[in-house]
């Protein structure tokens, strides 16, 4: 089983998104690794990642999957974060093995009852065909939101550079993409969040420039939770881990510590203000 380990501290488990690789989210785990001891990976199906993927059993084996680094590593226990996809990884893990849950971290993740578009469903059921077209949507889909994180030009420049970079030296599977997006609907998210009891910190971008998974969905986790907190990343959208990382790890870093001084194991919703809030 083949995983990344970066920096010193708490240790916390990266999840990747929909794109399987975990070199898509190298900016964010070089960001985290500032304040924690980072485990990351290659999703178990994408061939990088070592790891015998049990199609059949869906986010159980992904579950699997996150069970054998923290075994491998001689981790007992950990912060489980995970981004988009990644985030329903890290929601099942959770909730199949909460004794080795410090908290859980769920940054953009689809929410109950998401489901693909009618027209990126037609995609997901041709990928090889459909697959370039929906890799040329994705710029214009994103744009706005790149614009909001990154005012300047020479920034956007170096970012879209970056991920040419990426797509060149590690390619993405428009097959096995389209698979996870077809399983995505498969999964009781409201079952499983009901069982979490870890502290649990939940993370989106603003409604009007997340164009990948619906805000509104994503944040009924908090409600679903018991005891979660909620915080939206101001200017951006579904790349806010990606446009903005050390924001995103700062917020995660304050999150974690704020549990190691609080008199409880687990935050209480006492009231909104409490368990909401937004960060520039």
């Known amino acids: 089983m083949n995983f990344i380990e970066l920096g010193q501290g708490t240790p916390i488990v990266f999840i990747p998104g929909l794109q399987g690789r975990w070199e898509y989210t190298r900016v964010t785990v070089e960001a985290l690794a500032k304040h924690f001891r980072v485990m990351t990976f290659s999703l178990g199906d994408e061939p990088a990642a070592g790891f015998s993927f049990d199609a059949a059993r869906c986010f159980d084996s992904y579950a699997d999957q996150v069970l054998g680094v923290l075994d491998s590593s001689a981790t007992a226990k950990t912060v489980v974060c995970g981004v988009s996809f990644g985030g329903l990884v890290a929601l099942r893990f959770a909730a199949r093995h909460p004794e080795r849950v410090s908290a859980l971290v769920l940054a ?109 969905a994503s944040s009924r986790y908090q409600q679903l939770i018991p005891g979660s907190r909620y915080i939206v990343l101001n200017r951006t959208g579904h790349q806010g881990t990606l446009t903005r990382p050390d924001l995103f790890a700062n917020v995660v870093h304050t999150f974690v510590e704020s549990l190691s001084t609080s008199t409880d194991s687990k935050p209480r919703a006492s009231s909104s203000d409490a368990s909401t809030g937004r960060v520039a």
């Open 108 to 216: 953009s993740t689809p929410g109950p009852g998401w489901h693909l578009r009618p027209r990126h469903d037609v995609y997901a059921r041709w990928p090889l065909i459909f697959g370039p077209l929906f890799a040329v949507e994705v710029p214009f889909r994103a744009r706005a939101e790149l614009v909001a994180a990154l005012p300047d030009a020479a920034d956007r420049r170096a970012f879209s550079a970056s991920i040419l970079k990426t797509v060149a030296s590690a390619p993405i599977s428009f097959r096995r993409m389209a698979q996870r997006a077809r399983m995505i609907a498969t999964y009781d998210t409201t079952c499983d969040a009901a069982r979490i009891s870890a502290p649990t910190l939940v993370l989106t971008g603003e409604a009007a420039l997340d164009h990948v998974v619906d805000v509104d």
